[in-house]
């Protein structure tokens, strides 16, 4: 598409609650990368994709955020038992030129009651 | 490791009015230099972007930024504001390096502009 497309744009999960957070990327990008934005903060990197390979996750808060690209293409991103500190929006973005060249998502506003 | 540094937190201007919002940063390797801006329930637009040659870069809005190395400064400026430039702006840098991490950005805190009537 022409753009990068997330949903839900919003999501409101009980503690405890697994949620699931969808990327569908620009076609042809073979980057994309999740990043979190806490409220009045700017985004902190959590994990980068090349095609379908995760070359860094370093960025991931703890083993209960997990983020998979199996074709390459879609990305999901997985948070499990979640906690009111996930409360954050989650953006995606995809590139063909590394940094130089991101395009954003709108995010997914993620709300742990 | 990267850091970037948005010293204002808030930058309230009067319609038609200049407009500077400052970005510092620091770096033990070099780095792109960019300016994203954030509307309301959306995701981050690209403003300007500063890889090399001339340090006066213009973006789109009416918008431009100068990199300054000696001072690790890369300030936003715009000679006349609109309402419709009220918005969040980040400042974000990439380490330029074969091989490493330069595809991740680290990014300020965020400047919020309100342009008032």
């Known amino acids: 598409g022409a753009g990068v497309s997330q949903s839900p744009r919003y999501k409101v999960a009980k503690r405890g609650q697994d949620v699931a957070l969808r990327c569908d990327p620009i076609?042809?990008?073979?980057?994309l990368f999740w990043y979190q934005q806490a409220l009045g903060q700017g985004p902190e990197f959590l994990t980068y994709f090349q095609n379908e390979a995760q070359l860094d996750k370093s960025g991931l808060p703890s083993d209960r955020f997990f983020a998979e690209r199996p074709e390459g293409s879609v990305s999901t991103l997985k948070i499990q038992r979640t906690q009111q500190e996930d409360s954050a929006v989650y953006l995606c973005?995809?590139?063909?030129?590394?940094?130089?060249?991101?395009?954003f998502g709108s995010g997914t506003r993620l709300t742990v009651v | 490791a990267q850091s970037v540094t948005q010293l204002d937190s808030q930058v309230p201007v009067f319609e038609e009015a200049p407009v500077e919002l400052r970005c510092n940063y620091s770096?033990?390797?070099?780095?792109?230099l960019f300016w994203y801006v954030q509307y309301p329930n959306q995701g981050l637009q690209l403003l300007l972007k500063?890889?090399?040659?001339?340090?006066l870069v213009k973006g789109i809005n009416g918008f431009e930024a100068e990199f300054n190395k000696s001072q690790t400064s890369f300030h936003l400026r715009k000679p006349s504001v609109h309402i419709s430039d009220t918005a969040e702006y980040f400042c974000?840098?990439?380490?330029?390096?074969?091989?490493?991490?330069?595809?991740?950005?680290?990014f300020g805190k965020g400047t919020l502009l309100t342009v008032n009537p």
């Open positions: 973005a995809s590139s063909f030129l590394g940094a130089n060249g991101y395009t």
């Open positions: 076609s042809g990008h073979v980057s």
């Open positions: 500063y890889l090399s040659g001339s340090t």
């Open positions: 974000a840098v990439s380490p330029i390096n074969s091989g490493g991490s330069n595809y991740k950005l680290t």
């Open positions: 770096s033990s390797v070099s780095v792109y």
